[in-house]
């Protein structure tokens, strides 16, 4: 018998299975901790007692050891370790192994800092490797490259624990993948890069991807890349510095999936990660739309704070990019604590699509979170009134329902600036209208600077005039403030 204070190491005959208990407490398996392979860490706790790295590479463990054992540390999973490698050192990936001791290492691209190590299963030494596996399968969509996780290097992008919470696990061919509601098998995949040079990627960047409207303009990441030739497949992930320092990105959307033969529909929601430094030094990145192309029932969707993608806090590291989300969504973000670290990134998102070119000016309706033109109604004049919510916000002597139009004229419909056309520019003059309808009637409501001064190189002014056709001026009161987005002017006219 001893006290109740003193402590009490138990070891199994092969010394590699040991326990800490109180004394007169009961060991259980669950108390356990061990080294050896005993292929399901929930009989116990897995722990290693160092970590081996290739030459020209360091490895120093941080913090205390989860257990001292006759004199010996011992870490488990959670355990924090310095990984340094040397200059000249071939590397490009962190990896373990995939073996039943592997384990997963958090941030794998970095070449200095701390690591998170996760997945332990239970070995004396933890060895780690610097080069990555080849991918049994890639595929490159529009410029951006997708990998099928396999048994060979899931782990580096996922860790078993995601892998279980998500429903990931591995067929017989060693392929990662998910059954959807339906109980179809998808292929998990991560986005691991991108080839600028490749010219669907930039024209999908200055043309669009469909119609060719500045609404469908920017990199399109698709959550399905099936096709006649393959299955279906889920984006789990896009990895660590997948984009990093790609100065041709402007903006990032999402699409469900584009089949060739239009036969199969994408069947698992957007549920993804963007991880560590995704999109870091992205220099003229400013929009991360976090709305959702269905093509299935062709229109947008919303994406909330809790629709599944979420983004490390270093995602977007020396970019300019603003995360834009839909209004009706918009002070759910701010007010969410899992959204806090981009809080200062949060913008509204609005469409623009091209629809109106007059004068130099190409305009856009303003449109509701299904894509609907608003119209000057009880619900389209509600969408203008939320869209701007956060104008009156900012600015106490601002009101936005000073843009709206009488509530007696009902055929009106909301537009907005979204971009210069060079080509009907008057020796450099673009005029920009309050109703630049030539059948409809419409009321300009906000112009986006940002994107007149990065579209255009040869407009050189800017003139206010009433209704197509015209050369009355208006009452115009502009207000410059500033917005999530970009730069706003807001014309206020009297009718």
Not at 196 to 225: A, C, H, M
């Amino acid at each position: 018998m001893v006290s109740p204070q003193q402590r009490v190491a138990v070891s199994a005959d092969n010394g590699k299975t040991f326990v800490r208990m109180a004394g007169g407490v009961k060991a259980t398996l669950n108390d356990c901790f061990f080294t050896n392979i005993v292929g399901d860490d929930s009989q116990g706790t897995g722990v290693f007692t160092h970590v081996e790295v290739p030459e020209g590479c360091t490895a120093t463990m941080v913090g205390e050891p989860t257990i001292q054992f006759r004199g010996t540390n011992y870490y488990a999973s959670g355990a924090k370790v310095k990984l340094t490698v040397a200059n000249g050192t071939a590397f490009d990936h962190w990896f373990s192994p995939g073996t039943p001791t592997g384990c997963y290492v958090s941030d794998p691209w970095r070449a200095e800092g701390t690591h998170t190590l996760s997945d332990i299963k239970g070995t004396p030494v933890l060895r780690i490797a610097t080069s990555m596996p080849a991918a049994k399968l890639e595929r490159e969509v529009m410029g951006i490259n997708y990998r099928y996780l396999s048994g060979n290097d899931y782990k580096l992008y996922l860790s078993d624990e995601t892998c279980r919470a998500k429903g990931y696990q591995l067929d017989d061919d060693g392929y990662l993948f998910v059954y959807d509601a339906e109980g179809t098998k998808n292929f998990v995949t991560a986005v691991t890069s991108c080839d600028p040079s490749d010219e669907l990627f930039q024209n999908f960047i200055t043309s669009g991807w469909l119609w060719s409207t500045r609404q469908y303009e920017g990199s399109l990441v698709k959550n399905d890349i099936v096709s006649d030739l393959w299955e279906h497949t889920h984006l789990a992930v896009i990895a660590p510095r997948a984009f990093k320092n790609v100065g041709q990105l402007k903006r990032i959307t999402f699409m469900s999936n584009t089949d060739a033969q239009l036969r199969s529909d994408c069947n698992t929601p957007l549920d993804l990660y963007v991880d560590e430094e995704a999109f870091a030094g992205c220099q003229n990145l400013t929009e991360f739309v976090m709305m959702y192309y269905n093509n299935k029932d062709n229109k947008w969707e919303t994406l909330t704070p809790t629709s599944g993608v979420r983004i490390a806090d270093n995602a977007f590291e020396g970019s300019p990019c603003h995360i834009v989300v839909d209004q009706s969504v918009y002070q759910d973000f701010l007010s969410s604590d899992a959204w806090e670290a981009h809080h200062d990134r949060i913008g509204l998102y609005i469409s623009s699509a091209e629809d109106i070119r007059q004068d130099g000016a190409i305009y856009s309706y303003m449109r509701d979170s299904q894509g609907n033109a608003v119209q000057n109604d009880a619900a389209g004049r509600e969408v203008i009134r939320r869209n701007m919510v956060a104008w009156n916000a900012d600015y106490k002597n601002f009101n936005a329902a000073n843009l709206l139009a009488g509530d007696e004229k009902k055929n009106i419909w909301y537009a907005q600036v979204v971009g210069v056309d060079d080509s009907s520019l008057d020796n450099g003059r673009m005029i920009i209208r309050n109703d630049p309808g030539t059948y409809f009637n419409y009321k300009t409501v906000a112009q986006g600077v940002a994107n007149v001064d990065a579209l255009s190189l040869t407009a050189r002014a800017s003139e206010f005039f009433g209704t197509y056709g015209g050369r009355d001026v208006v009452d115009l009161g502009l207000m410059g403030i500033s917005f999530p987005t970009a730069s706003r002017w807001i014309s206020r006219v009297s009718w």
